[in-house]
């Protein structure tokens, strides 16, 4: 008795823990820092503050009620036009300065996403981070630490994971590009601003889940990784599994 108690215990502890469908990690990838820096955040025709809020959408299914952490001293995430817009509904952190290149993987996981750009950040960490279903946004052409090649390899352990590479080269693209993409990131943004960056590559275009998702002049701007969800069956059906292991227990012990 004191076994099909144990067993009908741990079914309904199961049950009463179970949660919705858990939603695994995502990437975007952006080539240039300049598109959500104060600087170019007004400039006429773009629409940046929309982009942000689409970031946050894609990442979580909500564009309110996160916590955000600006992992980054670079103006390109940290402007007070982009934080008056991200923080209106979320809840907008800035790392300390300078941002520490190693922090802990529990430290990062307090957070719905995290948004980087130039500082260098362990690139295992993050990898981690993504993969137990934390969120990145990252932004490369920032010139920070040596240049483009300095930079397409600060990120290339991280980016390599999830099928995508910075080019080690600054693009020459500058200025209002127009973006018609049916992307959710992209909804309701007809151009944003950019000036130079790291061209986006997808090293792995048989794998669907890391893509280059807009290109301009044959060069990837903008990349996403989406790894899906992770099946979890619904309460009903595990209160019918449930149910159903407890009659089969009983069953059992009514038989000779």
Partial sequence: MKRVSAVVALVLLAIT???????????VVANDEWMLSDAYFSSPGTQPGQFALNVA??????STGNNFLVYSNNFGLTGSALAAVMGAGNTWTFTSTPADPNPSLASLQAYDAVFIAGNPVNNATLVDYVNSGGNVFLEGGTAVGGGAAAEAAR??????????EFEPSYNPISGNIAINNAHPIFTGVSALFQDSGNTV??????????????????RGLY????????????????????CGLIGFIGLKRKTP
Avoid: M
């Fill in 57 to 62: 959408q894609w990442f979580t299914g909500s």
């Fill in 201 to 218: 590559l997808d090293i792995n275009p048989s794998d669907p889940r890391g893509a280059v998702v807009f290109s301009d002049q044959g």
């Fill in 155 to 164: 990120w290339q352990t991280f980016l390599n994971a999830f099928g995508l």
């Fill in 223 to 242: 990349a996403v990784y989406d790894s899906g969800s992770t099946p979890v069956p619904e309460p009903h059906t595990l209160w019918l599994l449930g």
């Fill in 17 to 27: 823990f179970a949660a919705v469908p858990l939603e695994a990690g995502r990437l």
